[in-house]
């Protein structure tokens, strides 16, 4: 399998903080590859790299066979991946519909067009019937399902996810794995993950990648990862093996 | 095609609807001057007000200095009227760009800087304080004693050069009205209108989902500078007076705002709505104050200062929201 994403020694460094140090891995296509690690480890920093927030301030990062870093998030986008926040940003005012049909016009030219992929999202992601709501009056459950289905209508080639099962139940949790393993399966979709839902990453993930002070600590298939007494040290506890 | 017009607006809405364009083109029949030219003032600000919210509403992007455009294509259309004799028509193809020329920059200065917010606002009040000072002293247009047009006898028809009364210019102003509502509603149904929804909403989500947020912001700047200009090219001849002191004045900016502010931001009836409640309403109660023996100069302003409480307390979205959902106008969504 070739590489859709190459990260390649990758730093980033606010101020003193050295937030992501000289990481480096590959996304194969068409893999689902998770980066866990505790609170504070580079993860989302090492996103927001991948996703165009900021340049790192050293390494490289490859899509799809070009260099990426140090373009702008819309650019990035537009050459296919697709990303959520970890921290939501619905569009409070406009109703789900519209919401995800913002995303939608990514690839299609009139909103009349790109009608009948949104509902396919919104059926997709079990927001069809609230799709006349504005996103403000969501639960949390559901605006983490809007944040989804407005990337996955961008149609992209990897998908970013930062901790979308965060604050959902395990039955949700459960559909919601049953969502990405549907798009990774049937439509192909490569998806990065960041999680802290140990149950999400072992049901997904084909690879799975430890980050801790910034510094990658571990890399591998699931089990030979949680089973790696560095992982269990700083992160998952002895409880994990259970 | 009428079809997509009427989509989303309920038969109560649209019998309303007929009802009151009926009334709007049979009004010159019926009312005197006077009337007249409060219809003609509310439609002024009924279409300045929809060009605005196409830049606040729909983009986001508050603008305080849209006198500026007004201002601009004045005196564009009136110079080469007065000096060139150059009709409207034609002169308007030079307004606009000069609008949309003074948006560019104005846009790239803040987008390009990201400056945004209230500092955004605060550039394009400065901008139109610029052009009002500097208009001042512009001596070859006239300076601060102004600029005049030949002023047109009011037997005079002559479409031409918009010399005539003012059954004329009030079909003008209801025609361009008109215009700029469909214009506004095929915008917002449109790709960019989503865009620029998005980018009100939240930037840095915008530009996740694949939205070059400076390109659609500029966009809105020049969509908005040049709807705007052919209000400034109506005033001119309307009035046919033009004073760097009015016409670029932050008061005509703030008035320009009020009418969509108080009908509801971002929505394509409100800047209609308010335009109509603060023009009637202020004109009234100057006849009544007048009647009773007082005569308070700037007891217009006041009074828009009391209404604009009132709507930004009791009903914050807008009158139009409101309206909307309490009488079935359009329909509500499950």
């Known amino acids: 399998m070739t590489a859709l994403l190459t990260v390649d020694g990758v730093s980033k460094r606010f101020r003193g903080l050295v937030a992501v140090d000289n990481v480096s891995f590959e996304v194969p296509e068409g893999a689902i590859f998770a980066v866990i690690g505790p609170n504070g480890a580079g993860k989302t920093t090492l996103f927001n790299a991948i996703a165009g927030e900021f340049k790192p301030d050293g390494g490289s990062i490859v899509f799809a066979g070009e260099k990426i870093d140090g373009l702008s998030p819309d650019r990035i986008c537009r050459r296919g991946v697709g990303r959520t926040f970890q921290i939501v940003k619905p569009f409070p005012g406009l109703s789900v519909e519209d919401n995800v049909m913002v995303g939608a016009l990514l690839h299609r030219r009139t909103p009349r067009d790109a009608r009948e992929w949104v509902h396919q999202v919104l059926e997709r992601l079990d927001l069809h019937d609230k ?9 949390l459950p559901d605006r983490k399902r809007l944040e989804v289905a407005r990337a996955i209508a961008t149609e992209p080639k990897l998908l970013l996810l930062d901790e979308v099962m965060a604050g959902l139940r395990p039955t949700e949790t459960d559909r919601m794995v049953e969502v990405f ?10 998806i990065l993950l960041i999680e802290h839902v ?43 093996l259970i | 095609m009428i079809k997509w017009l009427f989509d989303g607006v309920t038969i109560g ?4 609807l007929a009802v009151i364009l009926a009334l709007a083109l049979a009004a010159p029949l019926f009312v005197d ?3 007249l030219s409060v219809f003609i003032v509310t439609l002024y600000f009924a279409y300045t007000g929809q060009a605005w919210n196409v830049m606040m509403g729909f983009a986001g992007q508050l603008s305080l200095g849209h006198a500026i455009y007004v201002g601009l294509a004045a005196y564009t259309a009136a110079v080469l009227f007065v000096e060139l004799r150059i009709s409207p028509w034609i002169g308007i193809l030079a307004a606009i760009p000069v609008a949309v020329l003074c948006g560019a920059i104005i846009g790239f200065l803040a987008f390009r800087f990201r400056v945004a917010g209230v500092y955004f606002a605060i550039l394009t009040i400065a901008f139109a304080e610029f052009a009002r000072i500097g208009f001042d002293h ?9 600029l005049f047009l030949p002023v047109a006898s009011y037997a005079k028809f002559d479409l031409w050069n918009l010399r005539g009364g003012p059954e004329m210019f009030y079909y003008l102003i209801l025609v361009m009205v008109i215009a700029v509502f469909l214009i506004c509603r095929a915008l917002m149904h449109s790709r960019v209108g989503y865009y620029w929804l998005a980018i009100r909403e939240d930037e840095q989500a915008a530009r996740a989902l694949g939205i070059d947020t400076f390109r659609y912001k500029m966009i809105a700047v020049l969509v908005s500078a040049g709807m705007t200009a052919p209000a400034g090219v109506f005033l001119a001849f309307y009035h046919n007076n033009l004073f760097p002191e009015q016409i670029f004045h932050i008061s005509q900016s703030i008035e320009i705002i009020l009418a969509p502010i108080i009908g509801g931001i971002g929505t394509l009836f409100g800047p209609i709505i308010g335009a109509a409640l603060l023009q009637w309403l202020a004109e009234s109660l100057r006849v009544g104050l007048e009647a009773v023996g007082i005569d308070v100069p700037g007891s217009k302003q006041v009074f828009f200062g009391v209404l604009l409480l009132l709507v930004v307390i009791a009903v914050p979205e807008g009158l139009w929201p409101w309206i909307a959902a309490k009488f079935r106008l359009t329909e509500r969504k499950p």
């Open chain 1, 198 to 240: 140990m149950r999400a990453v072992m049901a997904l993930a084909s690879h799975i990648l430890v980050l801790h002070h910034g510094a990658a600590i571990a890399e591998g298939a699931p089990e030979e990862v949680v089973r790696d007494q560095a992982v269990i040290d700083s992160y998952l506890g002895a409880e994990a």
């Open chain 2, 33 to 35: 001057d006077y009337l």
């Open chain 1, 181 to 190: 393993r549907r798009l990774n399966k049937e439509h192909g979709v490569t």
């Open chain 2, 138 to 146: 512009f001596s070859a247009v006239g300076g601060s004693a102004g």
């Open chain 1, 131 to 139: 799709r006349h709501q504005l996103a403000s009056a969501l639960t």
């Open chain 2, 13 to 16: 809405g649209q019998a309303l």
